[in-house]
């Protein structure tokens, strides 16, 4: 008996941690999403949930029921879009099994989904209508409220997130959104740049993997040590600075340790 409340336990537990890392991806600029990772995490949560794969056919059947503006009416119709199509059949995708195994009411803490998909389907619009909007101000997305901020100070004021913020980003760049995800035991901030090549994700309370990072390379920048890793399209790094874990990814090396040293408490 205890043996299979731990196994599902440990099974939940996995669950939120894919989520986690679909919501995430998702939220990304369709330019930087990791489609291929995506599609492994789905279909990974399909097979932990006992269910089959969705059909294409389920799959735009399901893609009616999101609420967005404007009208998907086959993912054929963007063939020539090879790019894009590919994005917006993941998001099409990720989003059916979510509706399928969770009815679009809860994610693991109960926190309601229905604004995420807005927000996906919004996005799913942009990138159809050939790319993004001029931004204003820090949207804050956090379970089904969305607010704007003018800056990071306003933001820090009204909803008393204690992190470190960014003081310094390349030309022409800064912060436009700031989503909040909790699932299970993993709360996250992940703060969004006007180019996909910048970010940054808080989880609180959270250590390093040490497993994990054998293969990263070690680093002091700015009093923190710093594990950073570069892949195909930009450089990742992480560390841990009061408990919380870091993961800040930028396009260069010279960048991404400028945008460490200039990560700041806000009073």
């Given at each position: 008996?205890?043996?299979?409340?731990?196994?599902?336990?440990?099974?939940?537990?996995?669950k939120d941690k894919?989520?986690?890392?679909?919501?995430?991806?998702?939220?990304?600029?369709?330019?930087?999403?990791?489609?291929?990772?995506?599609?492994?995490?789905?279909?990974?949560?399909?097979?932990?949930?006992?269910?089959?794969?969705?059909?294409?056919?389920?799959?735009?059947?399901?893609?009616?029921?999101?609420?967005?503006?404007?009208?998907?009416?086959?993912?054929?119709?963007?063939?020539?879009?090879?790019?894009?199509?590919?994005?917006?059949?993941?998001?099409?995708?990720?989003?059916?099994?979510?509706?399928?195994?969770?009815?679009?009411?809860?994610?693991?803490?109960?926190?309601?989904?229905?604004?995420?998909?807005?927000?996906?389907?919004?996005?799913?619009?942009?990138?159809?209508?050939?790319?993004?909007?001029?931004?204003?101000?820090?949207?804050?997305?956090?379970?089904?409220?969305?607010?704007?901020?003018?800056?990071?100070?306003?933001?820090?004021?009204?909803?008393?997130?204690?992190?470190?913020?960014?003081?310094?980003?390349?030309?022409?760049?800064?912060?436009?959104?700031?989503?909040?995800?909790?699932?299970?035991?993993?709360?996250?901030?992940?703060?969004?740049?006007?180019?996909?090549?910048?970010?940054?994700?808080?989880?609180?309370?959270?250590?390093?993997?040490?497993?994990?990072?054998?293969?990263?390379?070690?680093?002091?920048?700015?009093?923190?040590?710093?594990?950073?890793?570069?892949?195909?399209?930009?450089?990742?790094?992480?560390?841990?600075?009061?408990?919380n874990l870091y993961?800040?990814?930028?396009?260069?090396?010279?960048?991404?340790?400028?945008?460490?040293?200039?990560?700041?408490?806000?009073?």
């Amino acid at each position: 008996m205890g043996n299979n409340h731990d196994k599902t336990a440990e099974n939940q537990t996995l669950k939120d941690k894919l989520m986690a890392i679909i919501l995430l991806e998702t939220a990304k600029d369709y330019k930087k999403m990791d489609s291929d990772l995506v599609t492994e995490c789905v279909d990974f949560l399909v097979e932990l949930e006992g269910k089959e794969r969705l059909t294409k056919e389920e799959i735009e059947q399901r893609v009616n029921e999101i609420p967005f503006k404007g009208k998907v009416t086959a993912l054929n119709s963007y063939a020539k879009k090879k790019l894009r199509a590919k994005r917006v059949a993941i998001i099409a995708a990720v989003l059916a099994v979510l509706i399928t195994l969770f009815g679009m009411l809860a994610i693991g803490s109960g926190d309601t989904v229905t604004e995420f998909f807005r927000q996906i389907g919004d996005s799913i619009s942009t990138f159809l209508n050939d790319g993004p909007k001029e931004h204003s101000g820090i949207t804050f997305y956090k379970n089904d409220k969305t607010i704007t901020y003018s800056s990071l100070e306003e933001f820090k004021e009204s909803e008393g997130v204690d992190i470190l913020y960014p003081t310094w980003l390349p030309e022409d760049e800064k912060i436009i959104e700031i989503r909040y995800l909790i699932t299970g035991e993993t709360e996250l901030y992940t703060l969004r740049s006007n180019e996909p090549d910048h970010s940054i994700e808080v989880e609180l309370e959270a250590e390093l993997a040490e497993d994990f990072l054998l293969n990263w390379t070690k680093k002091e920048v700015a009093s923190h040590l710093v594990y950073y890793m570069n892949v195909p399209e930009y450089v990742q790094a992480s560390f841990v600075y009061e408990n919380n874990l870091y993961c800040v990814k930028s396009d260069t090396e010279d960048n991404l340790f400028r945008i460490i040293e200039n990560l700041k408490e806000i009073s």
